[in-house]
């Protein structure tokens, strides 16, 4: 086989040639997905297409391109079809797979039978995730659907972590959105790829991407932290920290946000779903846990 190093190459060359790609591509190569959908403009096209085609796989084009429909709270643009001459249509689909038959059917869900099931299944989605998908509206982002599907837990997976993305664009699952956090089927797909990027010699890639996920996270106030250098003690239930070594997300930002006593603690302990802020020994206040207010520690 090629060097894949190739992959990571092109991924340096071109934003529509991400982390979750250079997955993708390897998962078709060695049978792990059956196709892989892109997003591309112009540019990007020429740059993925020769470097894929070398390794011997093909390739089919949208009839359309696409343009924006609706924008959510996490910043996330979603698209419909356009005419291919539409002056408000820009990037456009490709299907990847290693065989052409395979790939133009994949084409053609898409642009013509809009079924998203069909569409998902092909390219290798859980049903359970796909079903999810079409809850995401313009009012109801992914994250808002991926937290309600998440049921209360001490500690999670870290196979399904899609929140990690928001920091590092970086998983290890499939390029779609887990329905939850326990999807056990997403955490499978996890598992494979990780073998499989063991299989290719890529263990710093793995290692890097696997810590990525694991970092733990807080939502509170609207804000998404990601608590960077924590030390979860398991016994006490509780997690100590230095917040200027984390990184912030806005998402549904609350006006008076940064007032909040939250971000003088240096520790919290979680007493069942009341969460404890400490600086220090000091106790600065308290947040119950709720679906969109939590903390989230992976292993």
Same mark, same amino acid.
Request: glycine residues 2%; contains cysteine.
């Given at each position: 086989m090629k060097d894949v190093r190739?992959?990571?190459?092109?991924?340096r060359k071109t934003p529509h040639f991400n982390i979750r790609n250079i997955i993708e591509t390897l998962a078709v190569i060695d049978g792990k997905k059956p196709v892989m959908r892109l997003v591309v403009d112009d540019a990007a096209y020429d740059l993925i297409v020769p470097c894929l085609e070398s390794f011997d796989l093909k390739i089919a084009r949208s009839d359309f391109r696409q343009k924006p429909a609706f924008t959510t709270n996490l910043g996330d643009?979603?698209?419909?079809?356009?005419?291919?001459?539409d002056p408000k249509g820009g990037d456009f689909s490709l299907m990847v797979a290693l065989d052409s038959n395979l790939a133009s059917h994949a084409m053609r869900i898409e642009d013509y039978q809009e079924d998203p099931g069909a569409l998902g299944k092909i390219l290798g989605y859980p049903d359970c995730c796909t079903v999810s998908y079409e809850r995401i509206n313009e009012d109801t982002d992914w994250l808002m659907v991926f937290l309600s599907n998440t049921?209360?837990? $001490?500690?999670?997976?870290?196979?399904?972590?899609?929140?990690?993305?928001?920091?590092?664009? %970086? @998983?290890?699952?499939?390029?779609?959105?887990?329905?939850?956090?326990t999807c056990k089927k997403t955490a499978e797909i996890t598992s494979i790829i990780s073998l499989?990027?063991?299989?290719?010699?890529?263990?710093?890639?793995?290692?890097?991407?696997?810590e990525a996920m694991k970092v733990p996270v807080?939502?509170?106030?609207?804000?998404?932290?990601?608590?960077? $250098?924590?030390?979860y003690n398991k016994s006490s239930d509780t997690i100590t920290f230095d917040?200027? %070594? @984390?990184?912030f997300y806005g998402w549904k930002v609350e006006t008076n946000a940064d007032d909040s006593f939250i971000w003088e603690s240096n520790k919290i302990k979680r007493n069942n779903d009341i969460l404890e802020f400490y600086r220090d020994s000091t106790r600065l206040g308290i947040m119950e846990q709720t679906e969109y207010e939590r903390l989230l520690i992976f292993r």
């Open positions: 190739e992959l990571i190459d092109l991924h643009t979603y698209t419909e079809l356009t005419e291919s001459n049921p209360f837990q $001490k500690t999670y997976s870290y196979r399904a972590n899609r929140i990690a993305y928001l920091f590092d664009e %970086k @998983s290890l699952f499939f390029d779609y959105f887990p329905c939850s956090l499989m990027l063991r299989k290719y010699g890529m263990n710093d890639f793995l290692e890097d991407v696997t807080l939502i509170s106030d609207g804000v998404i932290t990601q608590i960077k $250098k924590s030390h917040f200027s %070594k @984390s990184r």
